[in-house]
């Protein structure tokens, strides 16, 4: 999976402080350095490596998990080992190290990207998957103990005839060998013990009904919607720990947002089961700690704090249906709005500050409602920033942003220098992009519909090059005499780091 907008929505979800344990003496994580990195990484089969700092908070909430995970994973044979970057600078800058924490998978000193979760268990049942072939061979002997390795078990029963539907589920199981663990098992016997005649595949879980069959002909996209649509409970609750799979899924997300310690909790989850139920494959339920992640429902434009409240957000897309005031009578109200939703018969809520009176300023003040306008005028070259009102870089950048709305005053007829907060505005999914990190500054040329992205200096001269390169106009604006104070101050910060939402 990409590291984009839904493994920050997970970050999000994240912050729930967690204490920082110290670190035992007798650890099973192994501290490496410049001297032994590679002898060590290259020595293991397999093997996870943390790449942190130690005043970074993320890592410090990873530590006792990672411990743990370490510990745990040592019946395995597999290694956990960390890298302090503030020491280890050489080692970090070879592995292009670029926040922390960074974890890596290792073969044999060949990294790859860690796609699992940050909780001792998630560690530890990823790493058990990458140390499987991605699909396991099944005998009578081991067959009860593979279904019970994981959550979710997917195997399949198959004959020598099924040489086909065999190479289906091999190319499933290795393009989602990070999501489910896949056995397969020739034995007719063990066919006849699982109920089934091959072909046949079936998911074991250990949540809701504990075996499902799939009941189609096998196709790797009919293979892969089943093992989605399956492979979470019908109403889970929603945690750092498992946002990863629903964002994963593909699937939008259909939100109970609850007061944990409402007596009325547990009737209020169990009456949206059947509406969940009719919705498999379709939409995810969960129920979600509304104290806990009150800006999660802020961000899906819940506007109050009165729970419940029910929200569906289509993590792709980033289409936000929220649904306040359903407190008396909450599941005909779900189950209306559910219906509506699957019709197309809803609009997403789309954030939008007032349309400004007049704009007096440097900058042109863009917001959502007049999104469609501005931007949708292509005679002219737009550069817009997306910004938040929080942050650092955000605020250094203003005078130099403010200079380059003067410098193309004269040409507002053919170039816009626009800024919106990203705060207070949503970005219509006619943008056709979500932004990751503050400042996002884009660039789309008159007569074009493609957005690119300015990565350039954020300097007055920077900009004036960019835009000048990048425009349909190719307008050039006189850059003498220059008031260089803001731009040199904008220059000395000039590392590309950007903020989190
Ligand atoms: C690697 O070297 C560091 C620094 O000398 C040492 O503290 C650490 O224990 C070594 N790790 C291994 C696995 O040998
Ligand atoms: C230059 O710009 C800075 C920041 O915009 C301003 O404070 C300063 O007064 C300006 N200096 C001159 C000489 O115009």
Request: net charge negative.
């Amino acid at each position: 999976m990409r590291f984009t907008r839904t493994a920050i929505a997970a970050a999000g979800l994240a912050s729930a402080a967690t204490a920082y344990a110290a670190e035992a003496s007798g650890s099973d994580v192994l501290v490496l350095s410049e001297g032994n990195f590679t002898s060590t990484v290259e020595a293991e089969p397999l093997m996870l490596v943390e790449f942190y700092a130690p005043w970074c908070g993320h890592c410090k909430n990873l530590a006792p998990q990672y411990e743990e995970a370490a510990t745990s994973l040592k019946q395995n044979g597999i290694k956990l080992a960390k890298v302090d970057c503030t020491v280890e600078t050489e080692v970090c800058a070879a592995q292009e190290v670029a926040g922390y924490p960074t974890l890596k998978v290792s073969r044999k000193g060949v990294f790859t990207e860690y796609n699992g979760a940050r909780k001792a268990d998630g560690i530890v049942s990823y790493m058990q998957k990458q140390s499987l072939p991605a699909i396991s061979t099944l005998t009578a002997d081991s067959i009860t103990e593979f279904k019970g390795k994981d959550k979710v078990v997917a195997i399949a029963y198959l004959s020598d005839k099924d040489a086909a539907d065999l190479e289906v589920i091999t190319k499933v199981a290795e393009a989602h060998r990070d999501d489910y663990l896949f056995g397969v098992a020739h034995d007719e016997s063990l066919a006849k013990a699982a109920g089934v005649t091959a072909p046949a595949l079936v998911l074991y879980r250990k949540f809701d009904e504990p075996e499902v069959k799939f009941d189609k002909k096998f196709s790797q996209d009919d293979v892969v919607s089943f093992l989605k649509a399956e492979s979470v409970p019908l109403i889970d609750e929603l945690g750092p720990e498992n946002f990863m799979t629903y964002a994963g899924s593909g699937l939008p997300l259909a939100y109970l947002f609850a007061d944990p310690e409402s007596k009325d909790l547990q009737s209020q989850v169990e009456s949206l089961r059947p509406l969940a139920k009719e919705n498999k494959g379709k939409l995810n339920f969960v129920w979600i700690d509304a104290v806990k992640f009150a800006n999660h429902a802020k961000s899906l434009n819940i506007q109050s704090e009165n729970w419940p409240a029910f929200a569906i957000q289509d993590i792709e897309k980033n289409l936000k249906f929220p649904l306040e005031d359903i407190a008396s009578d909450l599941t005909s109200k779900v189950s209306s709005f559910v219906g509506q939703y699957t019709k197309g018969d809803l609009k997403p809520s789309i954030k939008s500050e007032p349309i400004p009176a007049d704009q007096d300023g440097p900058v042109h003040v863009l917001v959502s409602d007049e999104f469609d306008k501005i931007v949708g005028d292509d005679s002219k070259d737009m550069l817009v920033e997306f910004y938040a009102p929080w942050c650092g870089h955000c605020k250094k950048l203003a005078p130099t942003y403010d200079q380059l709305g003067e410098k193309y005053a004269a040409h507002k007829d053919k170039v816009l220098i626009a800024k919106m907060d990203a705060t207070a505005n949503d970005i219509p999914p006619s943008a056709g992009f979500q932004i990751q990190s503050f400042p996002t500054i884009k660039f789309k040329a008159a007569g074009s519909k493609e957005w690119i992205e300015f990565q350039g200096d954020r300097s007055l001269e920077g900009f004036v090059e960019f835009i000048g390169q990048n425009g349909k106009h190719k307008v050039s604006v006189d850059l003498e005499p220059v008031n260089d104070t803001a731009a040199d101050a904008a220059k000395k910060d000039d590392a590309p780091h950007h903020e989190e939402l």
